[in-house]
Structure formats: structure tokens, C-alpha cells
């Protein structure tokens, strides 16, 4: 699996995000830390253009959290 999409999308939230308050709120994260078994980033495409992510991970056994949550702006 390539992370591609996954990092384009999260390369877009970034920007907007810089562009609205002008510092990023909380930690940077690495997308390759979400991936299994620990992590997922899930990918949702429209046609075959990625249009929004989940990134997920767990921080206890049965215990998860969002990390990060994108959906391009025309798509809102």
C-alpha cells in the first residue's frame, strides 16, 4: 500500500490549517506512525481522486483516537 494519498491529504489540512491561525495546534505526527498494527489511516475517494482521511490510532487496548480528520473544503 502506498501512502501517497494519505500524505497529500494530510499535506493539504496542514496548509489550511497554517493558513487559519497561522500555528499548527498540537503535535506533528508522522504518517507512517499510524499504520498497523497501532494505527490505520483510512483513505475516501471520489472516482479515483482522494477526497478525505481518518487517521486513527490506539493508545490502550480497546482505546483508540482520531488523530487527524481531513475532507477537502469543496466537498464539506
Known amino acids: 500500500m502506498t501512502l501517497e494519498p494519505a500524505r497529500s491529504l494530510l499535506d ?3 496548509a489550511e490549517l497554517s493558513g487559519m491561525s497561522g500555528a ?3 503535535v506533528p505526527i508522522e504518517i507512517a ?3 498497523p498494527p497501532d494505527g490505520i489511516s483510512l ?8 477526497v478525505a482521511g481518518a487517521r486513527l490510532r490506539t493508545i490502550a487496548p480497546g482505546i483508540g483516537e482520531i488523530k487527524r480528520m481531513y475532507v477537502m473544503p469543496p466537498l464539506r
Open 12 to 14: 493539504e489540512m496542514v
Open 24 to 26: 499548527l495546534p498540537g
Open 33 to 35: 506512525d499510524l499504520r
Open 43 to 50: 483513505i475516501g475517494e471520489l472516482g479515483d481522486q482522494p
